[in-house]
């Protein structure tokens, strides 16, 4: 059974930074896509940023340039280096994987992905 964590939450001062980590178990194959998602207090579950087995990334407008995701080798550990933190950030984050998206990862249908983490969550002060 594959099980997805996440790790590396945490509360932290506006400018600050964080790191998040992902990790996919309980499979030999490794996601066509992974995910990070955000959820914040009283709205919905939106996405951050996607990988896609091919290397293709995508991010939301609001973290270009401050969010970066990647993957190791294995393409079974996720993670999300976050720079310049914003109150705005504040959020329950979650990593998803999808193993059957062949070409392109869903942005706005995160019912898509078959696999969820438990969430991580980070705090921004200001």
């Known amino acids: 059974q594959v099980q997805v964590a996440e790790s590396g939450g945490g509360s932290v001062q506006s400018g600050g930074s964080l790191r998040l980590s992902c990790s996919t178990t309980g499979t030999t194959s490794s996601p066509n896509c992974m995910a990070w998602f955000r959820q914040a207090q009283g709205k919905e579950r939106e996405a951050v940023a996607t990988?896609?087995?091919?290397?293709?990334?995508r991010y939301a407008d609001s973290v270009v340039g401050r969010f970066t995701i990647s993957q190791d080798d294995s393409r079974k550990m996720l993670y999300l280096e976050m720079n310049s933190l914003k109150p705005e950030d504040t959020a329950m984050y979650y990593c998803a994987a999808d193993f059957e998206k062949r070409f392109a990862c869903s942005f706005y249908f995160p019912e898509e992905y078959q696999n969820w983490g438990q969430g991580t969550q980070v705090t921004v002060s200001s």
């Open positions: 990988i896609h087995k091919n290397g293709k990334q």
